[in-house]
């Protein structure tokens, strides 16, 4: 609570918005189901939140929510995105204050409607109100390309594309690049998740220069596969407040690099383990 | 023995990623071929017209195509001749 005040304090101070310069709204999307755009969504939030800024996350996987769960809001849902988006309640009826920080607020998405519950006009006139609202709109994409994809780039000013270093994924990830600009969203960033070291290591994973050498965009950040985001995803608690998680110090830099700051890329290098010591020692390496 | 010893050490086998790379940089030119038919329709307009400058070709019948096989992509293109310009050749 006091953490909570302060950085709302904070807020006020540092970026002194109140309905003067317009927020922005990011979407994260991927093509590929479970690639981790919810985790990363959650995270960027939740990041953008502790930096001082306020934030709405916007759950657009109408039948599938897990945004909530993920932010561990799942108790506090009364009104959804569709509630909103047809006018069956106000925004700020349906928006759930994050339990952590008060600038943080979530759009739960509707459970048992379908995709073609909202249309992508009423998405960009959502996503106006938002920007009046807050620094900071984040836009949880479904999987496909579909009307699910077209509602959540609707009124997106930036896009980030999340993938992980596995053929499929990857393919994907053009895939949307390409229907991004089309949709005029130009310049996405990508986000390389659950990047394996030791896996890249011995070649048998696709590195990242692999990876922008054929999609051919800006990084914006790289992910480990880490236990840690299974652990706070079970709490319902973002993994980028724990000091001690790695993808959560890759998250906090993802943060930092939405704000404009360079930050260098984290150090993923494996400690030289018992196997390496034999191999250079019998020549190998 | 050494030979046994860098095989359980793993250092025969070829990287996958390597394979992973090759298989997505072929599937990646069929993919946004496909996205785009547009782009390919304006480089065989380009094509035409290129071509139209030294020999009369019959556009009707004019193939074009990106082919593949294991490991290489090709633009392939058909191109009926008809007759070829003479005063072309006479300028040069
Ligand atoms: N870096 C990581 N390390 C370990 N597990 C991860 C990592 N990133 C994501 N996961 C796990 O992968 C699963 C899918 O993640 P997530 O739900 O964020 O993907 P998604 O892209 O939103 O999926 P969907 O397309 O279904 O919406 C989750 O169980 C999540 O905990
Ligand atoms: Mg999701």
Redesign the pocket.
């Known amino acids: 609570m006091v953490i909570a005040a302060r950085v709302v304090e904070k807020n006020k101070e540092l970026c002194g918005k109140v309905g003067q310069t317009m927020g922005e709204v990011i979407v994260v999307t991927?093509g590929?189901?479970?690639?981790?755009?919810?985790?990363?969504?959650?995270n960027i939030g939740t990041g953008l939140a502790q930096a001082g800024f306020s934030v709405v996350l916007v759950d657009t996987?109408i039948g599938?929510r897990?945004l909530d769960v993920?932010m561990g809001l799942e108790n506090r849902i009364v009104y959804d995105l569709v509630d909103v988006t047809s006018e069956n309640c106000r925004l700020k009826q349906a928006l759930i204050k994050d339990k952590r920080f008060a600038n943080l607020h979530l759009l739960p998405a509707a459970q048992t409607k379908d995709k073609t519950a909202v249309s992508p006009e009423q998405m960009k006139a959502l996503a106006e109100e938002l920007k009046k609202e807050f620094d900071y709109a984040i836009i949880?994409?479904?999987?496909?390309i579909e009307q699910g994809f077209r509602n959540a780039i609707a009124g997106a000013d930036r896009a980030v594309v999340?993938c992980?270093p596995e053929v499929s994924s990857v393919r994907d990830a053009d895939r949307i690049i390409g229907l991004l600009e089309a949709a005029d969203l130009k310049n996405p960033k990508l986000i390389i998740?659950?990047?394996r070291p030791q896996m890249v290591k011995r070649g048998d994973m696709m590195d990242i220069d692999d990876i922008l050498d054929i999609l051919a965009i800006d990084l914006i950040g790289v992910?480990?596969?880490?236990?840690?985001?299974?652990v706070s995803?079970n709490r319902g608690e973002p993994c980028v407040m724990d000091k001690n998680s790695k993808?959560g110090e890759?998250y906090r830099r993802i943060t930092k690099r939405i704000q404009g700051e360079e930050v260098p890329l984290m150090n993923l290098d494996v400690p030289e383990g018992f196997m390496d010591k034999i191999k250079k020692l019998v020549g190998l390496r | 023995m050494l030979e046994f010893i860098s095989r359980i050490l793993g250092k025969e086998t070829a990287s996958s990623k390597s394979l992973a790379k090759e298989r997505l940089r072929l599937v990646l030119v069929h993919d946004r071929a496909s996205i785009s038919p547009a782009m390919l329709n304006r480089l065989r307009e380009d094509l035409v017209q290129v071509i139209s400058n030294y020999m009369e070709i019959d556009e009707t019948a004019l193939e074009f195509n990106l082919c593949q096989d294991e490991r290489d992509v090709a633009l392939v293109a058909n191109i009926p001749v008809l007759k070829m310009k003479r005063d072309y050749a006479a300028k040069c």
């Open positions: 991927s590929k189901g479970g690639v981790g755009k919810t985790t990363t969504s959650a996987d599938l897990n993920v949880d994409c479904p999987a496909g999340v992980t998740n659950r990047i992910v480990p596969e880490d236990e840690s985001i299974v995803t993808a890759a």
